[in-house]
């Protein structure tokens, strides 16, 4: 059993002992969210591609640790990178998951580094343009084996913080910088939608963005959250999650 699937099926013992003892708010919307999308073993087609590319890109960051020209500071990095690869497969289908459920109109993602999960989020619907802000659109050569030769991916885009609006999808990376974190942060309610989902991958790895998502989720816009140990959920409760929940 995978750490994510653990952590659901406690998350959801413990939503079902609340409720069992009265306790009603939105316990509910959290146990079809997690019995329905988070943890149903749903299968899409992309998902034999992108594994097998997955594994494709493990061996160019490996062959690119090797390499005398980059910095030990590079090399940690792209080690660290190579973990969340390995790692990360239930997460980003899980991600891909609700970005199909939620019918997603306009994603983000922050980050920097290869950041693999954007070619998940990519692949739900090819006429969606998923937004990056980071260096992660950085590494051309590695950009272009991946997600062009292999994916066929030509809807990810390098966009400004100033060019952010009306953003109902979220994931943010643990490889990160911090002047990023804290943009979006201090500005969060000018880009969002009234109705988004944010997803905080790895928070636990970087403290900046654990801290991060124990700010936000004390704002009363965002009426459920999970913390997974290896990633973190903010929902609002508008009308429209609540009518496809």
């Known amino acids: ?3 994510i699937q653990y952590q659901l099926k406690k998350r959801l013992f413990r939503l079902k002992a609340y409720r069992r003892k009265g306790f ?18 749903l299968h899409f087609y992309a998902f034999g591609q992108l594994q ?15 390499s005398s020209a980059i910095s030990s500071e590079r090399a940690n990095a792209l080690k660290e990178e190579i973990l969340n690869l390995k790692r990360g497969k239930s997460t980003d ?6 970005m199909n459920f939620y019918r997603v109109k306009k994603p983000l993602f922050i980050g920097n580094g290869l ?12 006429r969606l ?12 050569e590695i950009n272009f084996k991946i997600f062009k030769e292999q994916l066929k991916v030509d809807n990810i885009r390098s966009v400004e913080f100033r060019d952010l609006n009306e953003i109902d999808f979220v994931v943010i990376s643990n490889l990160n910088s911090e002047e990023n974190l804290e943009l979006f942060v201090s500005n969060y309610c000018k880009y969002l939608t009234k109705h988004c989902v944010l997803i905080f991958l790895n928070m636990n790895k970087n403290s ?6 124990k700010k936000l989720k004390r704002d009363s816009m965002f009426g459920l959250n999970l913390n997974m140990t290896s990633i973190g959920i903010l ?4 009308e429209k999650l609540k009518k496809i929940m």
């Open 235 to 238: 929902m609002t409760q508008g």
């Open 1 to 3: 059993m995978s750490g």
């Open 115 to 126: 950041a693999y999960t954007k070619a998940y989020m990519a692949k739900v619907d090819s």
């Open 208 to 213: 900046k963005l654990l801290a991060c998502w």
């Open 93 to 98: 289908r899980m991600i891909f998951r609700l």
């Open 24 to 41: 009603k708010g939105h316990s509910s919307e959290a146990i079809d969210l997690i019995t329905n999308v988070i943890g149903a073993k």
């Open 129 to 140: 343009t998923i937004s990056c802000i980071g260096d992660c659109l950085k590494n051309e």
């Open 52 to 66: 097998q590319t997955r594994e494709l890109a493990i061996n160019l960051l490996k062959s690119s640790c090797k």
